[in-house]
């Protein structure tokens, strides 16, 4: 071996049915269908099925799936104390790693690698860990978890959890849209260790604890909340772009632009940017007009750097306008990302071989062990 792709750039590590990219051309597909098509007619709860078992379901098939994801909301025994022992102190990334690694200490099929197995845990981590989100939001504001209803939609249920109140039907069905735009995303870091776990033939939930791991990192999931920070920084709207060009010409990084991937815009941003624009005009106007601003930033980042945006940038005033907490926005990456994780994993489980690269050693040649004073 006489070179190394840094970041295994360009390198194809894995044999896949579940998500298509063309970078050049700005495209996303999910087992064959456009993930425009996807967000324009389809539920998050038919997304799921369709990267969970191949096909978009029949009418009977999403109520008989949204029923079985409706009864699995439900948290309690170690998971639930767990979210209510380090509310308080722990970070919603610490918190969410380690209360999803808890799920598994009861779970009926945590010793079963089997692919019916893996789609009934599937179920549950898809259904529990918005539970888990909201219950920790609220133990940490001091107010008492809303029990999530079986009756509810994904989107409905789970913004329900969060604020107490039932969310109006614009509200629901964008946050629905987001969570299908985050479902999938090919070979990134967060799932390509989800792969490198079930290689091992670990359970579908140590890999999914370590897909939270990978996620949390500012490079990675953690991006859409500095968005949002940055976006809050600016002291007055009226100056972003002198602020922006402040901070590129320091050589500071603004998070949200440019990917791996994509070399034109990313197209979950195009349509982030839609529901963001569409909520903005909704908005009451008793905060700054954060889609305004953000239009404003990737004009000039554009513009300075030729660099477009990902979708960790619209994604911050989209969940900001839905009133969910800017700590909160990484978790919700996991909440939709989960259904991909499990279905990579199964995809793994199916026809594994153990993960095991090589490394291209770089350090110093042969050598001999100095001689030490005494010795003989």
Known sequence: MTDAKAGLEGIVVARSEL????GQKGILGFRGYDIHELARHATYEEVAFLLLRGELPSAAELAAFA???GEA????GEAAQVVDLIARDAAPMEMLRTAVSATSFDDPDKDSNSEEANQRKAIRLLAKIPTLVCRYHRRRAGLEPVDPDPELSYAESFLTMLSGRPPDEDAARTFDVAMILHADHEMNASTFTARVIASTL???????VGAIGALKGPLHGGANEQVMRTLESIDDPDRVEDDIRRRLAGHERIMGFGHRVYKTMDPRAEILKELARRLAGRADGSEPDWFAMSERIERVVTAEKGLYPNVDFYSASTYRYLGIPTELFTTLFVASRVVGWAAHVIEQHRDNRLIR??????????????ARDGAS
């Not at 690269?357 to 100095?370: A, F, H, I, K």
């Open 67 to 69: 029923a079985e994801l």
């Open 202 to 208: 670990a359970d579908m939930h140590s890999a999914v």
């Open 19 to 22: 998500c298509s990219i063309d």
């Open 357 to 370: 690269p090589s490394s291209l050693y770089v350090g110093p040649d042969s050598r001999e062990y100095p």
């Open 73 to 76: 909301r439900a948290v309690s």
